[in-house]
């Protein structure tokens, strides 16, 4: 008679190989409760095999070196030659006067064309608020030396006299504008033809060429905003900072001219000085040319 524990025996030795193939064997995920279908298992590995990447992509980068990365060079290192040349001959510790400064800022101006020769002058003024956002136009007297195309917009059955204007026109110059036509410096027109103006806002307004009653382009004398454009008429107003960054002329101008233009400008500026301004208006004032060194300008005398 065979014994009857003999299957059991058998059965115990079965799965106790069973269990110890699976022990050897690399554990498998294992979905969430419910989800212990093959498609839950794929999905589990492809999720666990991605952290694995992002793992040893991470201790990829903690061995790669560290680059070196230099430092960027002061700009006065990174100046032209000719540049070093000339900042030698200004004494950037002393205050010039008006006169000593433009001198200055002619000779050392280092481009082959005709530089401009620009004022900025540091105002202690709040732009964000209406009073102190300083703002006006001049004619200098002896001209900004810059040849301005001026544009007349007006009515087509109108033809004034003695606009000594680049362009005249209605309906057509409008067509123009529409087509991206803009071939002017300057634009003028009359109150009345202000409201067909306004859709073209968007296109004028961030050229500075949308015409603006306080900068003179918006009225009924035609031939005296013409003239007055063409004679060297300038605008200025305070950036952000509360600075006014200005034009007074050319490289080629007379010394004489020079002071006249920069005198005009620092009169408009000081007359505008608001009345909630106490103590220093003026902080500081430079005198630069296109691409040159500036020339700090003592106040003392202004």
Known sequence: MTDKKEPAKKAAKENKKVTEVIEKQPAKPIAKAGKRSPKALKE??????????????????DT???????KTRPKSERRSKKYKEVDKTIDHKKLYSLNEALKLTKSSSTTKFDASIEMHLNLNVDPRHADQNIRDNIVLPAGSGKSLKVAVYIEDNESPKDLKADQIGGAEFLQKIDKGIIDFDVLIT?????????KYAKVL????????????????????ACQEAKAGKIEYRVDSNGIIHINIGKVSFKDEDLLKNAESILNSVKSNKPASVKGTYIKSIYTSSTMGPSVRIDLSNI
């Open 205 to 224: 307004g961030p050229k500075g060429l949308m015409p603006n009653p306080k900068s003179g382009t918006v009225t009924n004398d035609l031939a005296k």
């Open 190 to 198: 009359t109150p009345a033809m202000m409201p067909k103006l306004a």
């Open 64 to 70: 790669v070196k560290t680059k070196v990365i230099t």
């Open 44 to 61: 589990k590995e492809v999720l666990l095999e991605k952290e694995e990447r992002k793992k040893t992509a991470g201790d990829k980068e």
